[in-house]
Structures are given as structure tokens and as C-alpha cells.
């Protein structure tokens, strides 16, 4: 097989350190849902699935219908799928059959479900969201007792899996009165619930920063994104763990991820020339060029150009020029002996030097998040020790 121009690393250690440190915080008894949505925010859901299995967890939530496919082909029979975001009317049937649990947002979805699964004789599997105050996705209070009504009589064919609502940005400490109305209006949808006599299976509504902020929020499962790959979901949640006394340094979420490539040519530039496309930059002095083979194509964010760095024999190798579509070069005038071929960390760590992905953030006001996603689904993910 030929070889794609660079390549990622997902280390199994640090994704089952960090499900253990998760586990502590909320509590053994407490269900993780490994959130794998846009690719396992870029980590690839089907080496992701297989790495949180070992590592324990049995239930993953994806954004739409198309994720969860990706994850049943690869998953463990007695792994749950549930699919948070879009499901058209057409995929039902195939969502019911396969075992997969779905949001429902709206009363008008209901009948439908009911209808597919009296066809297939199969019990469908619905998680009912409902709106407390991030006015996306969510039931209204208006539709709700219809809604438990409608679950109570038709219970054979539609199980009420779980109630859950989505916190409005829950990792910004600014946003706490919001959180706690949102916490409220959650826990008025559940006395309405145990008034009616129609329970859920499971409640859910922290995400990575409320399991980790704040526990009254943690019920019987958690929907954990972000920390599982091993990054804080912002500085505040980070500064409150660290003032609690539970760590030194960042020891306790670790990255999973390193992102490679190759030297693919070594130049010599003399004083007064331009390096790449246009003028964005011109040698001061006879210099010492490495160009690599990736570009914005690859995800490697245009933003980086003359200001990011890549690690080369654990050296910080500055950007020099425009990032191209499928190019870029680096100085390595300070870099002795490198030829074609060596090994360039674009992320992740090298000998003493580390390239965080929030370097990337702070020089193009990507999110952590945002930069991940955007990796190509076609850079091979390796899984390593």
C-alpha cells in the first residue's frame, strides 16, 4: 500500500489513564458515554471505538445516523450506539433494527417511531431531550406531558431510555447562572416524571466540563467528549482542578494524539531570495531549508504561516512562507545533519520539545476542537502503546 503524506498515533496508555481519572470524578456506578462525533473530533471512530472498549467504556453517542454506522461496524455486540443529532425519517427503520437508541426533540417524531417499530415487532430505543435554556435541539414543557403519555401507552414498542437536555456552555465559570437555570428547569422535567409514573431508564446531561465542575450535575450517565482525548474543555475547568489540590501539572488528562510527517527535500536558500508562493518571506542570510509534503488540504491550518513551528531531532523548526495546499517549508538553518526522510512531529512530543494542538488555537483562533475536526478522515490513525 502506498504511503499517505502524514500519519497520526493514538496512544492506548493515556486514553485509558484518562477514562480512569473520568471514572474517579464521577463516580464508579456512574455510565460513560464515549461521545465520538466528526470522526472522534478527528481521532477516527474506528480506531477510537476499539481503544475506549479496551479501556472499559461500552456506550458511544454520535451526531448523526452516518456516525453511528461507523461505529456499528466496528463495535462490540454489547456495545449501545446512540445518535444524538440528525435522523431522517428513512433511517428509523434501520436505527430500530440495529439496537441503535436516538434523541427525540419534538412530539411530532413520536408516531412516527411507533409506527416503524409495530412494523418490524422490534422495540425502539428513545432518549427524550428536552429544552431547559440552550434553545438548539429540545422538547418544550408544552409537548411534554403528551409526550409521557404517549411513552406510557405505547411503552411495548417505544422504551423511554433516557431523559436528557444540553448544557449551553458549560466551560466558561461566566456562564454558571445559566447552568444552574438550566439544572433547574431540568429537575422540574423530572418531578413532572415522577408525578405522571413514567420513568426514564437514565438521566444524562453533563458533558465533559459539567461532569467535571460540577457533580450535582453528574446523574446516571455522562456524556463525555473532549477530556476522554485528554484535553481540559478550558482554562477554568483546568485552574478549579488544579486548586482542588488533585494534581501536579496536567498529569491527569493526557493527549492521546501525535501527528507525523517526513522531510521531504532539504534546500539551500541564499540571502535576499524569496521562500514560496508570493512575498510573505524573504531569506536575511544563506539559510538551510526542510520542505514538507501536507498542507491546508491535510488540515494543517493556513493561519500557521511564518508564525508556527514543527519539531525536527527535538528542535523547534520555525514556518517560513505561505502553507500551501499540499507544502510547506521551516528553517532548519539552526538544525544540524537533517536529510530527506527524517522523522517532523507536527504534534505531539519530540526528545524534550512538545507541539501542543493549542499552539495551533492561540495563532488561528481555531478551538481545540475545531482543529481536530478538520483533520482529513484519510491521514492513517495508528494505535500505539
Known amino acids: 500500500m502506498v504511503r499517505h503524506s502524514s500519519r497520526i498515533e493514538l496512544s492506548q496508555s493515556s486514553l485509558t489513564n484518562n477514562i480512569n481519572f473520568i471514572r474517579k470524578k464521577v463516580g464508579k456506578d456512574v455510565r460513560i458515554s464515549s461521545v465520538v462525533k466528526a470522526n472522534a473530533y478527528g481521532h477516527g471512530i474506528a480506531q477510537f471505538v476499539k481503544m475506549a472498549e479496551r479501556a472499559g467504556v461500552n456506550h458511544f453517542a454520535t451526531a448523526s445516523a452516518f456516525e453511528a454506522e461507523e461505529v456499528l461496524e466496528v463495535k462490540s455486540e454489547a456495545t449501545d450506539v446512540m445518535i444524538m443529532g440528525i435522523l431522517y425519517d428513512e433511517d428509523i427503520e434501520w436505527a430500530i433494527q440495529h439496537g441503535i437508541e436516538f434523541y427525540v426533540f419534538n412530539y411530532e417524531r413520536l408516531p412516527v417511531v411507533l409506527e416503524k417499530a409495530q412494523k418490524l415487532g ?19 414543557a408544552r409537548e411534554f ?3 409521557l403519555a404517549f411513552l ?53 446531561i453533563a458533558c465533559s ?12 450517565m455522562v456524556r ?12 477554568d475547568i483546568y485552574y478549579m482542578h488544579m486548586q482542588a489540590g488533585e494534581a501536579k501539572g496536567n498529569g491527569s488528562l493526557k493527549r492521546l494524539f501525535t501527528w507525523k510527517t517526513d522531510v521531504m527535500d532539504v534546500r539551500d536558500v541564499d540571502a535576499g531570495e524569496f521562500i514560496g508562493y508570493g512575498t510573505a518571506y524573504q531569506a536575511t542570510q544563506d539559510m538551510k531549508v526542510a ?15 511564518n508564525r508556527g513551528f514543527v519539531l525536527i531531532k527535538g528542535k523547534k ?44 488555537t ?24
Open 291 to 305: 520542505v514538507l509534503p501536507l498542507g491546508y488540504s491535510n488540515g494543517y491550518p493556513r493561519g500557521q504561516s
Open 317 to 360: 523548526a520555525p514556518i517560513i512562507g505561505l502553507i500551501n495546499m499540499n507544502l510547506f517549508m521551516v528553517d532548519i538553518s539552526h538544525i544540524s545533519n537533517v536529510e530527506v526522510g527524517d522523522e517532523v512531529v507536527l504534534v505531539g512530543r519530540q526528545q524534550n520539545n512538545t507541539i501542543n494542538i493549542s499552539s495551533f
Open 362 to 385: 492561540q495563532l488561528t483562533q481555531l478551538l481545540n476542537n475545531e482543529m481536530l475536526s478538520r483533520l482529513p478522515s484519510a491521514i492513517p490513525r495508528r494505535i500505539v502503546k
Open 122 to 140: 422490534i422495540q425502539a430505543k428513545v432518549h427524550i431531550e428536552v429544552e431547559t435554556g440552550a434553545n438548539r435541539t429540545g422538547m418544550n
Open 224 to 235: 463525555m467528549g473532549v477530556a476522554q482525548y485528554g484535553f481540559w474543555p478550558s482554562p
Open 209 to 220: 466540563a459539567a461532569a467535571l465542575a460540577y457533580p450535582d450535575t453528574v446523574y446516571d
Open 152 to 204: 406510557k401507552k405505547n411503552h411495548a414498542h417505544v422504551a423511554f431510555k433516557g431523559l436528557c437536555t444540553h448544557f449551553g456552555g458549560a466551560e466558561s465559570f461566566s456562564n454558571q447562572f445559566k447552568i444552574t437555570a438550566q439544572q433547574g428547569r431540568f429537575k422540574e422535567f423530572v418531578k413532572i416524571c415522577e408525578k405522571k409514573r413514567v420513568i426514564p431508564e437514565i438521566r444524562h
Open 145 to 147: 406531558p403528551d409526550t
